[in-house]
């Protein structure tokens, strides 16, 4: 089976926050879980959206829904370990996009993780796929774009 490889362009990324690995984000291995790291990438992704003021799921019932994870693992995290979650967003469609993410950690420049989320824009009520609201795409005008 062929490895994943994500790679990210600089320019896409739009923000930073904090997360530190607690004791019980720790595996039998005795690192970061897989589990846990999901958990925190999520975080990482409900911060942003709450920083660029993107509602997940607005009155009108119309929010994000995630359609993928794709996460590769480049060294171990421990308790403790105080990790920057890049975000960025790239490759929009009509529907939405990727949300990404560069993970390290400041103490040592260690890269932990990458990781790429893909999204849409879901109508809750109706239980449909909408298009992305412009509202959203203005505020990301270095966004890349792909037909799909």
Do not use: C
């Amino acid at each position: 089976m062929a490895r994943l490889k994500l790679e990210f362009p600089e320019h896409q990324y739009y923000y930073s926050t904090q997360l530190t690995v607690r004791v019980t984000d720790i595996n039998a291995a005795n690192h970061l879980g897989n589990d846990s790291m999901i958990s925190m990438i999520s975080e990482a992704r409900a911060r942003f959206m709450f920083e660029f003021g993107i509602e997940e799921n607005r009155e009108d019932g119309i929010g994000i829904i995630v359609t993928d994870l794709a996460t590769t693992y480049k060294t171990e995290a421990h308790a403790r370990d105080h990790l920057l979650f890049e975000v960025g967003v790239m490759d929009f469609n009509r529907y939405g996009g990727d949300i990404t993410f560069r993970i390290t950690r400041p103490a040592d420049g260690a890269m932990v993780a990458m990781a790429k989320s893909g999204f849409v824009f879901f109508n809750y009520k109706s239980r449909k796929v909408v298009p992305m609201p412009e509202a959203f795409r203005e505020k990301f005008p270095n966004a890349n774009w792909v037909d799909a």
